[in-house]
């Protein structure tokens, strides 16, 4: 089964309503598609969002790359994902979001055209059903608070909110309440997307100690390490968390050694892959770090999908799973992934276990030019 033809496609999707985090405003999803179709008709789909504070990726930059990355590719053997991926880094230097949702489709592909689940690509999964974060997002106490006490009753078991928008008091302040609201017994936690500097991260956790939470994610710049491990010494009573700051395998290490964070948000645009992601999961639970796999704000139940079959395959999810197609106002699939009292089930149907709906795909399209490359 050789790859016969890659396309990359961009899309915006419409969000239900804004989501709010330090310094940004997401009111779009601004994604990339690729569809990949094999010599016998097989077809796989992945799917990158752009985060241009994480990975430095846009739509359109992902668009070219994934444009210039293809001739590498076409002729391939599909089933050799390993080898595709090294062809891809051959190829070009970084850019691990265009290569994600090339490599997730390739995962699709495979697994539809040889009749298994992506779980087994990637080695079994372990579990069957998984909680998810419930994201609080709106950056105002009324507002968290409904959000809150309305996915509690949902039934919800482990909650983010967002935090790093007001300053460390007023932050912390809410952060109490939700908690307070939530109660005992549930998986808390905070994100503040790099948005404080050192001080005001220390300040916000001195005010949130004894509150409940279980973990506090990446309060400072992704590179000011010296910083995450003075914050995370001054948590006597929650983790200190890694997102922005985890780009590969040495990120993990240097932060377990210099004892800068206790666990780490997984996500494929950043790791360049789904096999990535496995693997850094796999070494976060040799040194003994909680994992969480992330969908990044916006991605539809395609790049879900991804996640969650990552999420039934690693050893451990202590911080649960992160989706985010649920804040669209349209998915990409007739059928999203099905949320049920927080939990997700892993689905055992071919590939992703996703049915593209290619009316959705060209309703959303976008017009994006790729640029030649030499």
């Not at 359109?60 to 089933?79: H, K, N, Q, T, V």
């Not at 089930?345 to 009316?359: F, K, N, W």
């Amino acid at each position: 089964m050789k790859i016969k033809r890659i396309e990359p496609i961009a899309v915006a999707f419409p969000m239900k309503k804004p989501v709010y985090m330090a310094g940004v405003e997401i009111k779009q999803a601004d994604n990339l598609l690729i569809r990949i179709e094999a010599d016998n008709g097989a077809v796989g789909w992945g799917e990158a969002a752009e985060a241009p504070t994480m990975t430095g990726e846009t739509v359109e930059g992902m668009f070219a790359a994934g444009s210039y990355i293809l001739p590498a590719l076409i002729g391939r053997d599909a089933e050799d994902i390993e080898g595709a991926s090294a062809a891809m880094t051959g190829r070009m230097y970084g850019n691990n979001a265009a290569k994600a949702a090339i490599e997730i489709a390739l995962h699709d592909l495979v697994g539809r055209a040889t009749n298994r689940p992506v779980h087994a690509l990637l080695g079994g999964k372990k579990r069957d059903r998984i909680a998810l974060l419930g994201v609080i997002s709106n950056g105002k106490l009324a507002g968290d608070l409904e959000d809150a006490a309305k996915k509690k009753a949902e039934g919800y078991r482990a909650f983010k909110i967002k935090v790093g928008i007001e300053t460390p008091a007023l932050d912390a302040e809410r952060t109490r309440q939700v908690c307070k609201l939530l109660g005992p017994d549930l998986l808390l936690c905070t994100d503040a997307n790099m948005g404080w500097n050192r001080e005001d991260a220390l300040q916000y956790t001195r005010a949130v100690t004894g509150s409940g939470l279980a973990f506090f994610e990446q309060p400072v710049h992704a590179d000011d390490i010296a910083s995450m491990a003075a914050i995370s010494a001054a948590a006597t009573d929650f983790a200190i968390g890694a997102d922005e700051s985890i780009h590969s395998m040495e990120d993990i290490r240097r932060h377990h050694e210099h004892k800068a964070a206790r666990g780490v948000s997984l996500k494929t645009i950043k790791l360049g892959g789904m096999r990535n992601v496995m693997n850094a999961g796999i070494l976060c639970d040799q040194l003994g770090m909680s994992v969480n796999v992330s969908c990044k704000t916006g991605e539809s139940s395609l790049a879900g999908a991804a996640g969650l079959h990552i999420a039934a395959a690693l050893p451990q999810i202590n911080w649960g799973l992160t989706l985010s197609h649920q804040g669209l106002s349209d998915d990409i699939t007739a059928h999203p992934i099905r949320i049920e009292q927080g939990h997700v089930t892993v689905s055992d149907r071919p590939g992703l276990g996703i049915d593209v709906d290619e009316d959705r795909v060209r309703r959303y399209r976008r017009d994006v030019t790729a640029r030649k490359v030499a």
